[in-house]
């Protein structure tokens, strides 16, 4: 049986929340030749440094996942910008991409 519960509130968190549950995250996801065409792409590469040293995609920052939520490390990352997520786990890649939706980041996967 399904279960609903009705939430009355004016919290944005909620509602953007509920807005990109709406959406397709497929969407969101582009191939190199997109993210180059956006107007202004950071290419953001969230794997660890290990891996990032072992090959990237050409002009990427590799902010590791795991030290991501630094106020340094979100400091590199520009809201005027257009986000690209870089991760070799689709999962991981998908969760970050939505915080940063609901953060008002314009964001991008690339797959």
């Known amino acids: 049986m399904d279960a609903f519960f009705s939430i009355d509130t004016d919290s ?4 953007n929340i509920m807005f990109a549950n709406q959406n397709n995250p497929a969407a969101w996801s582009i191939g190199i030749d997109q993210a180059k065409a956006l107007r202004n792409p950071v290419l953001v590469d969230f794997r660890s440094a290990d891996k990032f040293e072992k090959g990237h995609v050409e002009n990427a920052i590799n902010i590791p996942y795991e030290e991501l939520w630094t106020f340094a490390n979100l400091e590199k990352l520009n ?31 690339l797959i």
């Open 79 to 109: 809201k005027s910008k257009e986000l690209v997520i870089i991760h070799d786990d689709p999962v991981v890649a998908g969760v970050l991409a939505l915080s940063f939706r609901l953060l008002d980041y314009r964001t991008y996967i």
């Open 12 to 15: 944005k968190l909620l509602q």
